[in-house]
């Protein structure tokens, strides 16, 4: 949301346009978040509002300190800047509610829905108008990719960073937002993958004491119970604990993960030389690579190998968390405008000629 990174957007959306097509808004965007990162649907409000939309968001009464705090400065805004946004946005605090959620998406033109595959689907079922189209963003999984290779030939003052980053990505929203990895893949042969993996979680867990994060009881012992479960039913060869706050499960092959995650600083870790294997693993669940070591041709050479499958975002490891305009592999600029297309009458030249 920082005014460079605006006028950013504006212009790739100018660039979107022409004379014979013109994006214009769709009308009126109805925004439901999900619980685990409420304040995450500020951002497809951003989007629809920039555009010029009429936008309604749904909020929890149940919703996190972050939001509240953010709906507080706005409402401050509103009040001091008689501008557009104080009429265009509408922020309606109720619990699960069919009928009031019935009554708000016969209104929409486009309904945005943040939250697992239940939640998808349960609002699914409740119709939109004909015309109206919906913005969806259910249950998705994310991975990192680093080269062992070249983490093994980094100086330390890299890997420090690197982890750093990493830690960023892991942490914010305890590792429950969409974005975070939650497999950790290293690249290379088996000998120099485990060196590097080894190096890697010591300076990770250092930097996590350093940070003074501390895991709270429950979500330790959410993944204590969570790691013997995958132990026994995923094949799991080996279980690392690093403090309550870090817990790292070695996969042999990749076939054998679930998806299934408790999140709070639980990573699958693997190691092959293989992109096959990668490439076979991917799902279309599977939202975001981060990387390190990676060449941008090596990475094209992969993105074009699932062919759409999955990964949706390739981004260097320190920007799982980034959000863009691009998003799920939706460009909301445009998801959130109707384009008009234009053609120019050929013959006006002719009728002027002849009057």
Not at 292 to 307: C, D, I, M, Q, V
Request: glycine share 6%; proline share 4%.
């Amino acid at each position: 949301m920082r005014r460079a990174r605006l006028m950013e957007f504006r212009s790739h959306f100018s660039d979107l346009q022409s004379s014979e097509s013109l994006l214009l808004p769709r009308g009126v965007v109805f925004h439901v978040p999900p619980r685990n990162v409420s304040s995450i649907t500020i951002y497809s409000w951003l989007m629809s509002a920039l555009v010029g939309n009429i936008n309604i968001i749904r909020v929890s009464s149940s919703s996190s300190p972050e939001l509240d705090t953010i709906i507080r400065l706005y409402n401050d805004l509103v009040e001091s800047w008689p501008g557009p946004m104080r009429t265009n946005t509408l922020i309606i605090r109720f619990e699960h509610n069919d009928d009031v959620t019935r009554r708000l998406s016969a209104l929409a033109d486009v309904r945005v829905i943040w939250g697992g595959d239940d939640t998808v689907n349960r609002l699914r079922a409740i119709p939109l108008a004909p015309a109206a189209k919906e913005v969806t963003f259910p249950d998705r999984h994310s991975l990192a990719v680093i080269s062992a290779s070249r983490y093994s030939g980094a100086e330390p003052s890299e890997r420090d960073r690197l982890t750093g980053r990493f830690y960023n990505d892991l942490f914010w929203f305890d590792q429950t937002a969409c974005s975070s990895p939650r497999v950790l893949v290293w690249l290379g042969p088996e000998t120099v993958c485990r060196e590097a993996s080894a190096d890697f979680l010591q300076r990770l867990s250092s930097y996590i004491t350093r940070s003074g994060y501390n895991a709270a009881l429950g979500a330790e012992l959410k993944k204590r119970a969570f790691s013997c479960a995958a132990i026994l039913d995923q094949g799991v060869t080996s279980y690392q604990r690093f403090g309550n706050e870090l817990t790292v499960l070695d996969l042999p092959k990749l076939e054998t993960l679930t998806r299934a995650h408790c999140g709070g600083g639980l990573l699958f870790q693997h190691c092959t030389s293989d992109w096959d294997e990668l490439v076979r693993f991917v799902a279309r669940r599977d939202q975001t690579l981060t990387y390190y070591g990676l060449s941008p041709g090596e990475l094209s050479h992969f993105a074009r190998k699932l062919n759409g499958r999955g990964i949706d975002r390739i981004v260097p490891v320190g920007q799982a968390l980034n959000f863009d305009y691009i998003w799920d592999g939706y460009d909301l600029l445009q998801e959130f405008t109707r384009r008009t297309h234009i053609v120019a009458d050929r013959h006006e030249d002719t009728y002027a000629h002849a009057k």
